[in-house]
């Protein structure tokens, strides 16, 4: 069984920029939710995305969005990044939007310069 | 407003005793709590969970109890090893009856615990 992975590992963008974050869900899982860590804080929800569609959504500006595609990976887009958005971007697969254990991938950190 | 709060940044206990992980909640909606582990460069794992119609529920070394009333729940873990050193969140979700909005997580800020051998 192959468990949630994601691209890249680490990323240095500059204030204003855009960038793209990859996940593929552990196989078997159709939904995948997007997370925030700040650094010293616990994760924040950012959206869900449930058979290609998003299924529910944080406290977080348009500027943040997302993709599934028909194999259940996804992608996470920000755009105008700001330096707040410097950050630790986990996400997470279940099996259907009530798959209350979610499994989390090793994280892409990203830094705003 | 923070929904879930774990006020203990950090614990520090010897190898074979217990540790007392502690979370609280505000949102009485809350329905469905989770325990996650975290090492450094890795993603949260999940440890254990409970639903609000439980109290108590055991998966090997990890108890989590829940006490509705005072809307607090605790991590117990025994014995505690050096493997474990990690830091833990715990996190609350309305999954069982708000599912339409689909399956939030809600963290707290985490406990750090160091195992000393």
């Known amino acids: 069984e192959t468990g949630v992975t994601q691209s890249p590992t680490h990323l240095i963008k500059t204030r204003g920029q855009q960038v793209t974050l990859r996940c593929s869900s552990q196989?078997?899982?159709?939904?995948v939710s997007w997370y925030q860590q700040a650094l010293g804080q616990g994760p924040q929800f950012i959206f869900q995305?449930?058979?290609?569609?998003?299924?529910g959504r944080g406290n977080f500006p348009p500027r943040f969005s997302g993709l599934q595609f028909p194999n259940y990976s996804s992608e996470l887009n920000v755009n105008a990044l700001e330096l707040d958005d410097s950050a630790l971007y986990l996400c997470?697969?279940?099996?259907?939007?009530?798959?209350?254990?979610?499994?989390f991938g090793p994280g892409t950190r990203l830094t705003v310069t | 407003d923070q929904q879930v709060k774990q006020n203990s940044p950090s614990l520090s206990v010897q190898e074979g005793r217990i540790s007392i992980l502690n979370c609280d909640y505000t949102?009485?909606?809350?329905?469905?709590f989770l325990w996650y582990k975290k090492y450094p460069a890795e993603g949260p794992t999940f440890l254990i969970s409970?639903?609000?119609?439980?109290d108590k529920n055991e998966d090997g070394r990890f108890t989590v109890f829940l006490n509705k009333s005072a809307k607090h729940l605790s991590l117990h873990i025994v014995p505690s090893q050096p493997g474990d050193s990690a830091v833990y969140f715990c996190?609350?979700?309305?999954?069982?009856?708000?599912?339409?909005?689909?399956?939030?997580?809600?963290f707290g800020g985490g406990t750090r615990v160091l195992v000393k051998p």
């Open positions: 997470a697969s279940s099996s259907g939007p009530r798959g209350y254990e979610q499994y």
């Open positions: 196989s078997g899982h159709n939904t």
């Open positions: 995305y449930y058979r290609e569609e998003e299924n």
């Open positions: 949102n009485s909606m809350f329905d469905y």
């Open positions: 409970i639903s609000s119609i439980k």
């Open positions: 996190a609350a979700t309305f999954g069982l009856t708000h599912f339409e909005t689909g399956n939030k997580l809600t």
